[in-house]
């Protein structure tokens, strides 16, 4: 069974980090590029980084670029979401999924095969 488990989301005060994780199970992920979501209440879901499968290249939206570290460990099938200096506006949940390729932009969420179930991450003082 292909599953994507989220993991490492919590309450932060602003300023704080989180290091988000994203498992894979039934498949092997290092073949896939990883993207990262967001989606806050009300508002739509948000490209947040992609990294590539074979190179480690990354993309960041500039609304996290400097703050947000991908990374992966493809012996371990899993994948990191390093997230600091958080801020309140960062609060949503937060979803990993799968990709080919990454692209320049990433793209939309409708462009990505498997997800996970999301993690909550509250920034709040």
């Known amino acids: 069974q292909v599953q994507l488990v989220e993991s490492g989301g919590g309450l932060v005060q602003p300023g704080g980090s989180l290091r988000l994780s994203c498992a894979a199970s039934?498949?092997?992920?290092?073949?896939?590029?990883i993207g990262w979501f967001r989606q806050a209440p009300g508002k739509e879901r948000e490209g947040v980084s992609c990294?590539?499968?074979?190179?480690?290249?990354?993309y960041y939206a500039d609304s996290v670029k400097g703050r947000f570290t991908s990374s992966r460990e493809n012996a371990k099938n899993e994948a990191y979401l390093q997230m600091n200096s958080l801020k309140p506006e960062d609060t949503a949940v937060y979803y990993c999924?799968?990709?080919?390729?990454?692209?320049?932009?990433?793209?939309?969420?409708?462009?990505?095969?498997?997800w996970g179930q999301g993690t909550q991450v509250t920034v709040s003082s």
């Open positions: 999924a799968t990709i080919l390729f990454c692209g320049t932009t990433m793209g939309g969420p409708g462009r990505y095969a498997y």
């Open positions: 039934g498949f092997t992920l290092n073949y896939y590029a």
């Open positions: 990294i590539s499968s074979v190179d480690g290249v990354t």
